[in-house]
T-cell receptor, first 113, second 113 residues
Framework: KQEVTQIPAALSVPEGENLVLNCSFT??????LQWFRQDPGKGLTSLLL?????REQTSGRLNASLDKSSGRSTLYIAASQPGDSATYLC????????????FGKGTHLIIQP | ETGVTQTPRHLVMGMTNKKSLKCEQH?????MYWYKQSAKKPLELMFV???????ENNSVPSRFSPECPNSSHLFLHLHTLQPEDSALYLC????????????FGPGTRLTVL
């Protein structure tokens, strides 16, 4: 059964810092990996999708990498802003015959003004 | 807006009630999903529908009954729920079930008394 782990569980940094969020998964047989953000009481917003054949994806200040063989992904946030404060979720899938995503518990990020 | 709407946004029900959650997507997608998000646990996949056919039932108790009358609408019928079923229920859609970004609705916050 696929398991996804996100480290750290929580992170608080001053505005302007660059930061890295980590995600690891136990089964490398995945089609893709997605990073989402979730604001309190809200649904999920997709940030980046990396297909299994890709190594990284970039969108604005965000860069996500994927090392499928080692079961790891990182989300790099450059020049952090208070508006980046949210919970960041990593999800992998589909794989192993299941069509849905398998999620980690998330990293709760606070950017201090 | 993600193009996926959910109603109601909040629901309080007793253990003997019957209620339904509704999800509608305006993105022309073919796949729809129900996820459950409980406190301090990762999002859990419940059901997957692809072209109106259920392709995944992730060992969900029978007190949760999904219905997908067409590719744009997804329902989750609830009956005889338990207090531990209290959670945020999220609906998502994607163009297909493999390799495609999933778009999430805002969720229904369910409280079972």
């Amino acid at each position: 059964k696929q398991e996804v782990t996100q480290i750290p569980a929580a992170l608080s940094v001053p505005e302007g810092e660059n930061l890295v969020l980590n995600c690891s998964f136990t089964d490398s047989a995945i089609y893709n990996l997605q990073w989402f953000r979730q604001d309190p009481g809200k649904g999920l917003t997709s940030l980046l999708l990396i297909q299994s054949s890709q190594r990284e994806q970039t969108s604005g200040r965000l860069n996500a990498s994927l090392d499928k063989s080692s079961g790891r992904s990182t989300l790099y946030i450059a020049a952090s802003q208070p508006g980046d404060s949210a919970t960041y979720l990593c999800a992998v899938g589909p794989g192993g015959g299941a069509d849905g995503l398998t999620f980690g518990k998330g990293t709760h990020l606070i950017i201090q003004p | 807006e993600t193009g996926v709407t959910q109603t109601p946004r909040h629901l309080v029900m007793g253990m003997t009630n019957k209620k339904s959650l509704k999800c509608e997507q305006h993105l022309g997608h073919n796949a729809m999903y129900w996820y459950k998000q409980s406190a301090k646990k990762p999002l859990e996949l419940m059901f997957v529908y692809n072209f109106k056919e259920q392709t995944e039932n992730n060992s969900v108790p029978s007190r949760f009954s999904p219905e997908c009358p067409n590719s744009s609408h997804l329902f989750l019928h609830l009956h005889t729920l338990q207090p531990e079923d209290s959670a945020l229920y999220l609906c998502a859609s994607s163009r297909g079930t493999i390799e495609d970004t999933q778009y999430f609705g805002p969720g229904t916050r369910l409280t079972v008394l």
